[in-house]
Every structure is written in C-alpha cells, then in structure tokens.
C-alpha cells in the first residue's frame, strides 16, 4: 500500500489513501490506533483486523512508456521490460512468479522493494514497469499510468488495530474514510472482512 517509512524501520510507516489525504501510523507504536498493512497479523502481533480487502495488482509506469496506452498487459507484453517488482518475501512476488512461469516468460526484473509505494516511485523515475496494488499509484498523480494486468495477481491488505485498545476518534475516522473511498472505487478492493469498530 501506499506509504513511507524510515530508513530500515517499519515502526513508523504513513500510509494515505489517494484523494482523501488521510495518514496513520503503525498501531505498534500506540501513536495512532490503526493502520493498513498488506501483511496478516500473527497471533504475537496482537493486532484485530477492522477491515480486510482483495483487490487485483496493476502494472504503473511513465506515461511516456510505449506500453501506457495499452488496456491491459500480460506477461508476454512485458517479456523485455525492465520491472520492479515487490519482494519475493511477499505473496505479490510469487503470484507474479508463478503468471510469469504458467506464460514461459522469465521476468526481467531489475529492483525489489517494498512497499508498493517505493515501487511506484522508481516507476515514475522511469526505472521500469512495476506491478503493485491499484491504490499506490494516485499518490503520484499524472506521473504514472495504471494498466491492469492479465492473468489477474491478487493483492489482500487488512485495517488493523492493536487488540488490547479501544478504537480512537480519529482511528474510527480513519476507517470510515478507507470503507468510503473503497466503496466509491470498486478498483480498490471488495471488502472480504469487517467487524464492527
């Protein structure tokens, strides 16, 4: 999703949602009481899933990228592309690994990172083709293009809170305006879980 965070840290990472400006921080560091996260709790985590979403990744890049205009893109299309892809510790990676296997095409992938942010970010550097979740890229406005990407790569990610705390104010805010934006954009996901806050 969407965020920054400090060099090496990820006790401190901000994550917004594109057109409503929203910003939280991880529910570990008891700043704020709620955050969006790609990655299921464990048990140790000690963190309740509010919320939790599926949606399908989309490949971003440069306007300018002779593949931009394009309605959707395979594997096959990005056989000489250099791509940026998320970490192959995540299900993003073997997912993409195993669209890439099933069309006989070895990804040419040139930067790992994570999260999808940092990807977008090389994207718009002009670096490659990254494929990442459809929320990311509207942080970058007019500097990328999103193109769906075929076979289908799922991509889950759950609003979290730690289990031990009630829900803040702006917690409770917060998750009103994910719930609202993912209703008004059907690309960013359908709502697979959701208790009551």
């Known amino acids: 999703m969407a965020g920054g965070s400090l060099p090496g840290h990820q ?8 057109r409503r400006g929203s910003s939280i921080f991880w529910p570990r560091t008891r700043l704020i009481s709620v955050s969006v996260s790609p990655f299921p ?9 509010l919320a939790a979403f ?7 890049m440069r306007p300018d990228n002779p593949l931009a205009s394009r309605t959707s893109l395979t594997p096959q299309d990005l056989k000489d592309e250099p791509l940026i892809a998320l970490i ?8 993409m690994s ?3 296997a099933e069309a006989g095409v070895t990804p040419k992938v040139v930067a790992e990172t994570q999260p999808s942010y940092s990807a977008c970010g090389m994207a718009a550097l002009g670096l490659g ?3 990442v979740d459809p929320i990311s890229p509207g942080i970058f406005g007019s500097a990328l293009r999103t193109v769906p990407f075929e076979p289908k790569i799922p991509f889950n990610f759950q609003v979290l809170k730690p289990a031990d705390a009630a829900l803040s104010r702006a917690g409770k805010r ?11 954009r059907h690309d960013y996901g359908q709502i697979i879980h959701n208790i009551p806050a």
């Not at 709790?41 to 899933?49: E, F, I, M, T």
């Open 11 to 18: 006790h401190h990472a901000q994550c917004s949602i594109p």
């Open 41 to 49: 709790p464990s048990s140790a985590d000690n963190l309740d899933v």
């Open 54 to 60: 599926r949606t399908d990744c989309v490949c971003v």
């Open 88 to 95: 192959y510790r995540t299900l993003t990676w073997s997912f």
């Open 98 to 100: 195993q669209r890439f």
């Open 129 to 131: 083709v990254a494929i």
């Open 174 to 184: 917060f998750l009103e305006e994910v719930l609202a934006t993912i209703e008004e």
